[in-house]
């Protein structure tokens, strides 16, 4: 075959001069394949497709073309009628885009493609081999079970068809789950000897079924002697002596890097990111009414000036950023706009114009995958001159991997003015659940629904207050636990509901600055798009304000949900396995107002231990983010002062108007959520909003602070060093009490003993300001001493009654000495 194509080198050239590999074919062929060589121990040379949109840049017209092409021809072979009745399969991670496209040629029938990634919950449906593939195990995971039960014909799409081993394996396995009468194999080249030919026809009267093939162009490669040997022997040579040969390799750059931007597509969250689950002809059409506003929000993301834009998917994300390329291919005037994808597969670079692959940038994996880390590569971007590049991934891929400085956004950056990125969520499909949706405000609770999903049961209809000098017994003396009643909703007197005003009027600069702090933290360091999960009811407003942190700061709107953890009982294993259910465990950031001695911290990190070790879904972080640390329990806080945090001042009526969480066997069954009181009757005394909207309104006059917070904390040594946990047992043993649950250190906790437990003295640090106001009033009010100590770790510590009876309070309720 001539090496010159319409006076152009050939990109095969390079490869068929050094091994004598030749291409024998249709005219077309060379316009659609190049050669190149790659690090694979069964098939040394690669057919890089100049049409794929996956090694090599191309017009996504041109990409979207060729399948769309294919796509009608099955139409036309299968009938409207049989189309219809039709499922589409595509190869990972090359063709997923080719198999959506042809999917869309036909316009009749849903598309499904075969992925490396494994998902929780999702059982899979068949799997396959493919031989002489980089990585070759492929899982088939529709969301619906039935879409590959049907009887209409499977049609199998890949950019090559050469051996026909993927094609075999795959309807062997598919043919004795889910048989079938037709089969129809797309390819945008048969590659196949006349050997391989007769496999395939063989097979299908071995099976008793219609084999049909469609492919845009056919030929075969010749092979010599001892290829395999000797082009592993040239990629050695090149990769070890021949510079542009690996062009970029894994390091951070060091030359000067553009900026990168995040552009919010604004993708439906209920439409699939591609057909890893299924896509049905119904998502086609409603994807198609959205491209031209998504491709409009991503122009105004480009930099003035730009005219060359490249669009690079991810792996086997191919199929939204290709349709984003070709509607801004088509609205965008004056830019030429080309389309490629990054790949697991490894290939030899090689800087020659006879070369497929003529450089290579490699970075870290993004996502998480499966088979552990490695190096993922792109192809033909660096030095190709792009104004600007567009990166689309899908959140599972949006990690810390990414942002690094060897990542593939630093990679991108030393190539291009402007690098852009774009994520779509990854679609996880839906997973019967026995368990309910979240309750939600103005239904339960006083906040606006989208602040926090609560994973509670209502038991608003329950009596379950009991006066606090009852409780107290039963708890001490073992006849109850604390989370089997409530106590009486505190309510404030006038003067005390003015000394909250003053201190959050006070307190709410320093408040926001903790919250952005600790918010930043959590973004940097657990996950661009973390699962807010807090400890109802000190930690919910806090995941409120870390809420609208990342609202106000990053446009995020990141999913908020509070959850029961009860001491001595563990944290909720259902609410535990809804999230699971609706979110990777990775991404589940848990948040609570602050630690005192670190007992909620201890406990749940064993409760986690334990929902694991008892057959839970795995890989919830226990690590808790507070907004104050003055215990040192925690690496992940705003700041570790101790000191007064207003919603620590109130009950219910600063948390959404919801009690304290219950566990009681005889309310909460086995498939229950622990429960919750919604207080309705006290909205004329409820704060919540009020508060967090005096911290919200600071946002704006913190940031800097903040940005030097979060660095300063970043950059510093934030192991625990339980410091307050070892204080609490002195102080347990110097004051004769020898029970650390009776030590409540830090000023929420000490607020919380004189709201909720029968007092016996107060600890005060001696000099501590205004932050102890509402203690002595509180104090006063119920006639415990407070007492100034002189070396104090923290600003202040409750000793609740160590001995207590009835009448160790008197009959009204106050402490009296022992």
């Known amino acids: ?82 189309a219809a009745r039709a499922v589409v399969l595509g190869y990972a991670e090359t063709a997923t885009g080719l198999g959506h496209s042809v999917a869309d040629g036909i316009a009749l029938a849903p598309y499904l493609h075969s992925t490396r990634r494994p998902v929780p919950g999702v059982a899979s449906a068949g799997g396959f081999e493919e031989s002489h593939s980089h990585a070759t195990s492929h899982l088939l995971l529709p969301e619906d079970p039935a879409l590959l039960a049907g009887a209409g014909p499977l049609v199998l799409v890949d950019d090559e068809f050469s051996t026909g081993n993927t ?91 553009s900026a990168y931007n995040r552009v919010d597509l604004f993708w439906p969250r209920d439409l699939p990111d ?82 497929a692959i ?46 690094a400085p060897d990542g593939l956004l630093a990679q991108l950056a030393a190539h291009t003015r402007q690098v852009v990125l774009a994520v779509v969520p990854s679609h996880t499909p839906e997973r019967p659940s026995m368990l309910p949706e979240p309750l939600r405000g103005p239904a339960f609770s006083s906040y606006a ?88 009811r000190a930690g919910t407003p806090v995941g409120v304000l870390m809420r609208r942190w990342a609202q106000f700061r990053h446009g995020l709107e990141l999913p908020h949900y509070a959850v029961s953890i009860v001491r001595g009982r563990g944290i909720d294993a259902n609410a535990l396995r809804w999230l699971a259910a609706h979110h990777d465990p990775a991404d589940v950031v848990f948040v609570d107002g602050w630690t005192g001695k670190g007992a909620i911290t201890r406990e749940l990190t064993e409760a986690v231990r334990k929902f694991e070790a008892e057959g839970g879904p795995a890989g919830f972080d ?15 806080y705003g700041t570790r002062e101790d000191f007064l945090i207003p919603s620590a001042c109130l009950n219910s009526t600063v948390s959404g108007l919801i009690s304290r969480t219950v566990l009681r066997a005889d309310l909460v069954g086995p498939n229950d959520f622990h429960g919750a009181k919604f207080y309705r009757e006290l909205a004329g005394a409820d704060v919540s909003v009020d508060f967090l909207d005096a911290v919200a309104a600071r946002f704006p006059e ?25 204080a609490v047992e002195r102080i347990s043993e110097e004051y004769g009490i020898h029970d650390v649950n009776l030590v409540k250190p830090g000023v929420g906790e000490t607020t919380r003993v004189l709201l909720r437990r029968v007092p016996w003295k107060i600890l005060a640090r001696a000099g501590a300001g205004a932050d102890l106001d509402h203690v002595r009033l509180l104090a006063g009010q119920r006639g415990v001493p407070v007492e100034e100590v002189a070396e104090l770790p923290y600003t202040c510590v409750g000793l609740i009654h160590p001995r207590y009876t009835r009448g160790a309070t008197g009959a009204d309720g106050r402490a009296v000495s022992l």
């Open 167 to 257: 094609v075999l394996n795959t309807i062997r396995d598919l043919h004795e789950r889910y048989p079938r009468d037709r089969y129809v194999v797309v390819a945008l080249v048969d590659m196949r000897s006349e050997t391989d030919a007769g496999r395939l026809d063989a097979f299908a009267r071995e099976i008793g079924a219609r084999v049909d093939l469609v492919a845009a162009a056919s030929g075969t490669v010749k092979l010599p002697e001892g290829v395999l040997e000797k082009g592993q022997d040239l990629v050695a040579r090149f990769e070890d002596s021949h510079p542009g040969a690996r062009g970029t390799a894994r390091q951070a750059p060091t030359g000067p890097q």
């Open 1 to 82: 075959m001539n090496k010159a194509v319409n006076d152009r080198v050939w990109s095969g050239t390079w490869v068929a001069d050094r091994l004598g590999v030749e291409l024998v074919g249709d005219d077309r062929l060379t316009d659609l394949l190049g050669l190149a060589l790659r690090r694979n121990p069964k098939r040394a040379h690669l057919l890089v497709s100049n049409v794929l949109g996956k090694h090599v840049p191309q017009s996504p017209s041109v990409v979207y073309g060729h399948g769309l092409a294919l796509g009608r021809r099955v139409r036309e072979l299968l009938g409207d009628e049989e």
């Open 449 to 536: 629904p989208e602040d926090v999903g609560w994973l509670l049961q209502d038991l608003s209809d329950v009596t379950l207050e009991a006066p606090t000098e009852e409780r107290e017994e039963a708890i001490q003396s073992g006849g109850a636990h604390y989370a089997e009643s409530l106590p009486v909703e505190y309510q404030p007197s006038d003067q005390y509901q003015e000394l909250f005003r003053t201190a959050l009027a006070e307190s709410s600069a320093r408040l926001a600055q903790a919250v952005g702090a600790v918010t930043e933290i959590v973004l940097q360091e657990r996950s661009p798009r973390p699962v807010l999960v807090s400890l109802a």
């Open 358 to 403: 003529r450089t290579r940038l490699t970075f870290p994996a993004h996502d998480n995958p499966a088979d552990g880390p490695g190096d993922r590569y792109a192809y033909n971007v660096a030095g190709a001159g792009f104004d600007a590049i567009v990166a689309v991934i899908d959140s599972a891929a949006d990690t810390p991997e990414l942002n």
């Open 702 to 726: 913190v940031v800097d602070a903040v940005d030097a917070t979060a660095k300063e904390l970043l950059a510093g040594d934030r192991e625990p060093t339980w410091e307050g946990w070892a």
């Open 622 to 636: 226990p690590e808790i983010a507070v907004l104050a640390d003055p215990g040192s329990c925690v690496r992940t």
């Open 274 to 355: 591609g057909g890893r689950h299924g896509f049905t002809p119904q998502h086609r059409i409603r994807l198609e009414s959205e491209l031209p506003a998504m491709a409009a929000r991503l122009a105004q993301a480009l930099p003035a000036n730009t005219h060359r834009v490249h669009i690079l998917g991810f792996e086997e994300l191919m199929y939204a950023p290709l349709r984003l390329a070709r509607e801004l291919e088509q609205v965008a005037e004056d830019v030429e706009v080309t389309f490629s994808t990054t790949t697991r597969s490894p290939v030899l670079a090689v800087d020659d114009p006879g070369y």
